[in-house]
């Protein structure tokens, strides 16, 4: 007898990132296009309830995958074991997306649970298109790659960032993540113009969008990407110019400090439906 | 291209000022928030404040060594046992030695649980020389301190009033996908020790008898079943 495994998939609607403590109202909601995000590094354990409650959550709503930890700006390949893991959850639970960051967070033998920055060389760019080439062979399948939260103007980029990006996605195949709260934290730490880049953005490489709040630090004129607050009225508007410009695409609200209940999450995720929707015609 | 990242690694691998201050803080609140979860108790036990300078010392001392943060904190116990300031905590470690087994279980391979009816159907000699594998998420330990009731003094309901100083022998299960951590008396430690190293059932109803005559084997195994501490039989 063939056995055939349902992906479910998701147009491009609103979704949320998952909390277990909103797993009750998760599984009661009744909103339409609803989907959800897990951070794959949460659910690479071997068993117990954790893994039984996605696995739940997956037989009822579409479900993205975004990853933390391959350190694909990293000077090594992906950790093999890493890998494989991230492998194993794919294939177990079919995601829609499978996402990663421009970022490193490992070296050697030591991790780092951050996002951390690196030079835009060309040995860099040529590093990451192998990291890149390596997760897509070992997943079977592309990948997103996000832009990064910017605090700290390196000096020794020889290549700019959104040319750089696109030289990755035009050498691997992978899409790219635009994070909007990120290109406002960047272009207010970095002193850019964010409206200007996010227009210089390849608008049609991008498989998804991120949402998020963002925390004034306390000592330094920086912003956070805290993932701490409501979207802010700035990042409201940059992406519904991005979507006014491109069309709609995925787009995931993410809140992991200072969590509130489901519903609130979901106001916030149905004002960015009603946004798509002006636009999905088009898309 | 490493070179930048070693650089960048060893930059924030202390208190730094400015924007670089950003990571530093991420990572050590990462690490840190980490180590608080998989360590309630003992961050209970020293109070948040203590508890924030010493997951930084020892992170700065074992980093994660794996992006899977769940698992982290594998030395936390060892670690503790050696620092100067716990001589008047003699019990911490043990009480992270528990919240790590707490850890593995709630984390450890989906398997069947033994039905008792399964041991029902074997003839009587025949269960006598059967060997029980323990379920993926069963833990044993023993401590010189009652860790197991200060653990659960620290769960919702919990009350240090009633609490025993005495050593205590410890059982952490999964029944049901809900971790169980519970002293259990000497003689169902020993028994369920005596099968998790491979004795028949029958060995290991001797040699607890033998350790420990007065040993209540029939309660001892009841409580071990009705727990889910063994797999289900395998041809």
């Not at chain 1, 609607?13 to 949460?42: I, Q």
């Not at chain 1, 000096?155 to 696109?166: A, P, Q, R, S």
């Not at chain 2, 060995?203 to 040993?215: H, I, K, M, S, Y």
């Not at chain 2, 309660?219 to 041809?235: E, P, S």
Request: charged letters at 20%; one cysteine or more; hydrophobic letters at 50%.
């Amino acid at each position: 007898m063939m056995t055939s495994t349902t992906t479910l998939t998701a147009g491009p609607s609103a979704g949320l990132g998952f909390k277990p403590e909103h797993f009750e109202a998760a599984l009661g909601s009744t909103a339409a296009g609803l989907w959800f995000e897990v951070h794959a590094e949460n659910y690479m354990v071997a068993g117990g309830p954790r893994l039984a409650m996605l696995e739940t959550l997956a037989e009822l709503y579409p479900l993205s995958l975004h990853g933390v930890g391959l350190s694909l700006a990293g000077p090594d390949l992906p950790d093999a074991a890493h890998l494989a893991a991230l492998a194993r959850l794919e294939a177990r639970f079919q995601p829609f997306l499978v996402s990663e960051h421009f970022a490193w967070s490992r070296l050697g033998e030591c991790c780092f649970p951050d996002l951390l920055p690196f030079l835009r060389t060309t040995a860099a760019l040529q590093q990451i298109a192998r990291n890149i080439d390596a997760t897509q062979t070992a997943l079977g399948r592309t990948i997103l790659i996000e832009n990064p939260s910017h605090y700290l103007a390196l000096d020794g980029h020889t290549w700019d960032e959104i040319g750089f990006l696109v030289e990755l996605a035009r050498r691997t195949g992978c899409g790219l993540l635009l994070d909007v709260n990120n290109v406002a934290v960047s272009a207010h730490n970095l002193g850019f113009d964010a409206a200007a880049w996010l227009d210089a953005f390849p608008a049609a490489m991008v498989g998804e969008i991120h949402l998020a709040g963002n925390s004034p630090d306390p000592v330094l004129d920086l912003l956070i990407d805290s993932h701490g607050a409501p979207i802010g009225e700035d990042v409201w508007a940059l992406f519904e110019r991005f979507v006014a410009r491109n069309g709609a695409r995925p787009t995931l609200i993410e809140r992991d400090t200072d969590v509130p209940a489901f519903a609130e999450l979901l106001r916030e995720r149905n004002r960015a439906t009603a946004i798509l929707a002006l636009e999905s015609v088009d898309a | 291209m490493r070179d930048f990242h070693e650089r960048f690694a060893a930059a924030i691998a202390e208190p730094v000022d400015g924007p670089l201050a950003i990571y530093r803080n991420t990572v050590m609140a990462g690490v840190c928030e980490a180590l608080a979860a998989n360590f309630p108790v003992v961050c209970a036990l020293l109070g948040e404040e203590m508890f924030a300078a010493v997951a930084v010392d020892h992170a700065t001392a074992h980093p994660p060594a794996n992006p899977v943060l769940a698992h982290y904190g594998a030395r936390f116990a060892e670690w503790i046992e050696e620092q100067a300031w716990t001589c008047d905590l003699p019990y911490l470690s043990d009480v992270a030695r528990i919240e790590r087994l707490h850890g593995e279980a709630l984390f450890a391979a989906d398997a069947a649980p033994l039905d008792p009816g399964a041991l029902g159907r074997l003839a009587p000699d025949e269960w006598m020389h059967v060997r029980l594998a323990l379920h993926p998420a069963t833990r044993l330990a023993r401590s010189r301190w009652p860790t197991a009731s200060l653990w659960l003094a620290h769960q919702d309901g919990g009350d240090l009033s009633c609490l025993v100083w005495q050593r205590e022998c410890v059982l952490v299960t999964r029944p049901g996908h809900t971790v169980r951590v519970e002293p259990i008396a000497a003689s169902a430690h020993r028994f369920i020790l005596s099968l998790a190293r491979g004795a028949t059932v029958a060995t290991a109803v001797e040699a607890t008898l033998a350790a420990l005559p007065d040993a209540d084997i029939a309660a001892a195994f009841t409580l071990l079943l009705n727990r889910g501490a063994f797999a289900a039989l395998t041809d």
